[in-house]
């Protein structure tokens, strides 16, 4: 219940959507929509580009979905943040150095102030006390599923890539010459690597992605847990 209240607390009062984005929720969700959109268009671009390197006919039409996408985010992140600028200048009397992100100093300092006045209400300010909140979330935050994306992405790759090299294996290596059982074995091997790396890719962008984007567009609790952690941190040391 401690920790259930916490992060209420946190989310309501203290995280980005307390302080900022609850005054402006359809601009963060075209911020996090346009994310989306800029990966999807990356990776489409990425795979279209490839697929015309190895047929030597690129298609500069390939560009031009990312840079749309590219640009838009551009001017409207610029106008997002001349929002938060506001925001933080009418109800925090935070004013921003133009050097300087909206997340500056004054700003985790007010984080920080606001946790601080909500653990000393809940007789919670006290070193012991606050690592054990601190240990609390982090056993809940290790709580994870099976990693099942990876696998299914691999096989996915290799499986069509098996069935269309089996009947051209059966007919080189068992009906062709030395040197071609020596050509589709390495070339079998090849492929097989070449699956694995683009898996590694994939599963890498995803695990982005999901740090990101996803993460932007639903919080959910171990995103809360994390960034909660970080500021009890900062409390802590500072005792």
């Not at 307390?18 to 075209?30: A, C, E, S, T, W």
């Not at 697929?51 to 840079?67: D, E, G, R, V």
């Not at 590219?70 to 050097?99: G, H, R, W």
């Not at 890719?201 to 847990?225: A, C, G, M, P, Q």
Request: hydrophobic share 50%.
């Amino acid at each position: 219940m401690i920790i259930k209240n916490l992060i209420s607390y946190y989310e309501e009062n203290v995280s980005d959507y307390g302080l900022v984005y609850k005054y402006i929720p359809y601009l963060r969700r075209l911020i996090s929509l346009i994310g989306l959109a800029y990966v999807i268009t990356a990776v489409l671009m990425i795979i279209g580009l490839i697929h015309k390197m190895i047929s030597s006919n690129i298609q500069y039409w390939l560009f031009i979905p990312f840079i749309v996408v590219f640009v838009a985010i551009i001017c409207v992140t610029k106008f997002q943040e001349s929002k938060i600028t506001k925001i933080l200048n009418n109800n925090y009397q935070i004013f921003l150095d133009p050097m300087e992100g909206w997340k500056n100093q004054e700003y985790k300092e007010k984080q920080h102030g606001l946790l601080v006045g909500y653990l000393k209400r809940n007789k919670l300010y006290e070193k012991q006390k606050i690592e054990y909140l601190i240990d609390r979330i982090n056993e809940l935050s290790l709580r994870k599923y099976p990693p099942l994306l990876a696998p299914s992405i691999l096989v996915a790759f290799i499986l069509p890539l098996w069935n269309h090299l089996i009947p051209i294996i059966y007919k080189y290596i068992f009906l062709g010459s030395t040197l071609w059982k020596v050509v589709f074995m390495l070339l079998l091997v090849l492929s097989v690597f070449i699956s694995i790396f683009f898996t590694g890719i994939i599963n890498l962008l995803l695990h982005k992605f999901k740090d990101t984007v996803w993460s932007k567009i639903f919080r959910n609790e171990n995103t809360k847990r994390k960034e909660i952690n970080e500021i009890l941190h900062d409390i802590y040391l500072s005792l």
